[in-house]
Nanobody
Framework: QVQLVESGGGLVQPGGSLRLSCAAS????????MGWYRQAPGKQREYAAV???????NYADSVKGRFTISRDNANDTVYLQMNSLKPEDTAVYYC??????????????WGQGTQVTVSS
């Protein structure tokens, strides 16, 4: 079993910055991609950013140029640096990780979510 624990959410003014962290623990041989998703009130969960095990990144258009995803493979941790935050970035942010169990079996795990609120 694998657990993902997020931290770093909170209240920030428009234009401000926050850094989210997500640490994976448990029985882990290898983690493939790791990513961040978000869900605003009354909306479906949407993809924000993803990073491969080799460090390749991809971003949703809505966060491109403002958010930066990174990971520490030695500690099975992924980060999301969020700059120039806007009120529309307000959401619960969820960490995702695909754990590779070998023989082509990958299992997705999710964190419990951390609230980010952008408001003056």
């Amino acid at each position: 079993q694998v657990q993902l624990v997020e931290s770093g959410g909170g209240l920030v003014q428009p234009g401000g910055s926050l850094r989210l962290s997500c640490a994976a623990s448990g029985t882990i041989f290898r983690i493939n991609h790791m990513g961040w998703y978000r869900q605003a009130p009354g909306k479906q969960r949407e993809y924000a950013a993803v990073i491969s095990s080799g460090g390749m990144t991809n971003y949703a258009d809505s966060v491109k140029g403002r958010f930066t995803i990174s990971r520490d493979n030695a500690n099975d941790t992924v980060y999301l640096q969020m700059n120039s935050l806007k009120p529309e970035d307000t959401a619960v942010y969820y960490c995702n990780a695909q754990v590779d169990y070998g023989l082509g079996l990958g299992v997705d795990y999710w964190g419990q979510g951390t609230q980010v609120t952008v408001s003056s």
